[in-house]
C-alpha cells in the first residue's frame, strides 16, 4: 500500500485494532502486545526496551496524543501543561546553546 509505505499510516489505525473489541478508535493507545512499564526497566534492560519504542512520526504524534489526552483535555487541567511547555522550550534552548554558553564560561587561569 502506497499511502501506508509513504506516510507511515497517518490517518489509518493501528494493526491490531478491532472496532468491535476494543470501541472508539484512540489515537493515543497502543492496541498491540503491551511491553514492558518504563518503570519496571532494569538498567541492563534499557537499550533493549529504547529500541522496541517507536520513532516514527505516528509513534511521536501517540505519545503526544497521549500527553493531550492526560493533561490538557481534562475538566480541570491547571498550570501543568503550561509548565510542561515552558519547561520543555527552555530545556531545548540550553541545549541549543549550549556550545555558545561553555565558550563564555568564566574561569581563572593559572
Sequence with gaps: DRLKAVGGGIGRPQPGYNPYVHGPYDPGRW???ADVHWKDVKLCEL?????RRSM?????????????????EVKRSGVAPIVHVVGGISLAYYFLQYRRQTNERRAKYH
Design 31 to 33: 492496541y498491540g502486545k
Design 47 to 51: 537499550p533493549g526496551w529504547l529500541s
Design 56 to 72: 516514527s512520526p505516528m509513534g511521536i504524534a501517540r505519545a503526544f496524543w497521549r500527553w493531550q489526552g492526560k493533561w490538557i
